[in-house]
């Protein structure tokens, strides 16, 4: 797991204010921090707006996804109470997704295994932190983090310059302990593993769950593609290792 680091990077005026807002949405903690020189500014429209509106995005995104809940749009195809022509776009453009990452990542990534079908939430996690982080984007003067469950996104509102997260990654094998600390300003990092919720991922090649120690750590410009490569890295290091850096060369990783 990993979280986001308090103490500002020496980039980072130790007098750079800072707000957290923290919700419960798909089934976990995310929270959005905020930096801005002047404090006035995160107490502004501008910001209380933006981040209600990511929080927004992210709520519909449960709504369209959610395995959790009947009522949901991916829920009522499965069981064909909704047309797929008159469900949530959301949904299509998701399985587009889908289709491209289990072709990134030769494999190691899937939404179509096991015996409820196709499931894309492996992947919609990162692309809804996406979609939401846009409205932060739109706010002049800030940079921020979103951190969905340990899983993060950083970028920058108009015309700011990014300043650094640092992100500790826990060692899998020892609860709490910090095993290495990754400076992140713009773009996505997620980790993947067994240790924090057991065996929840899947190998799409057997089908066979995965309850092996380690993590897989991966950063790069976008969390989406970040989450992914976490899920095929732990399924398969030294395979997942070949097709990311065949593929997504502008990636990196951290196996524990």
């Known amino acids: 797991m990993s979280t986001v680091g308090v103490p500002a990077a020496p980039d980072t005026p130790a007098d750079t204010a800072r707000r957290a807002f923290v919700e419960q949405v798909m089934g976990l903690p995310v929270s959005i921090h905020v930096r801005a020189a002047r404090p006035d500014v995160l107490d502004g429209h501008e910001v209380r707006t933006a981040v209600g509106q990511a929080f927004a995005v992210l709520r519909r995104a449960d709504g369209v996804f ?17 047309d797929p022509a008159r469900a949530h776009p959301w949904l299509a453009e998701v399985e587009d997704l889908c289709a491209e990452a289990e072709q990134r990542t030769a494999g190691l990534f899937s939404a179509s295994y096991g015996a409820a079908g196709y499931d894309p939430t492996g992947l919609v996690k990162g692309w809804a932190v996406e979609q939401a982080a846009m409205h932060l984007r739109h706010v002049r003067g800030i940079s921020w983090c979103v951190n969905a469950g340990g899983d993060l996104l950083a970028g920058t509102g108009r015309g700011t310059s990014p300043s650094t997260w640092q992100v500790g990654i826990e060692d899998p094998r020892a609860p709490g302990v910090v095993a290495a600390t ?14 924090a919720r057991g065996a929840h991922v899947v190998d799409p090649r057997t089908g066979a769950s995965i309850s092996r120690d380690g993590s897989a750590t991966v950063w790069g410009p976008a969390l989406l593609w970040a989450d992914v490569w976490a899920t095929a890295l732990f399924v398969d290091p030294q395979a997942g290792e070949a097709a ?3 593929a997504d060369p502008a990636y990196r990783s951290l196996l524990l």
Do not use: E
């Not at 959610?66 to 909704?82: C, I, K, Q």
């Open 244 to 246: 990311l850096a065949a």
């Open 66 to 82: 959610s395995t959790w809940r009947a009522d949901s749009d991916l829920m009522r195809v499965r069981r064909g109470d909704l």
């Open 182 to 195: 990754i400076p992140l300003r713009v773009g996505g990092l997620a980790t993947s593993g067994a240790a």
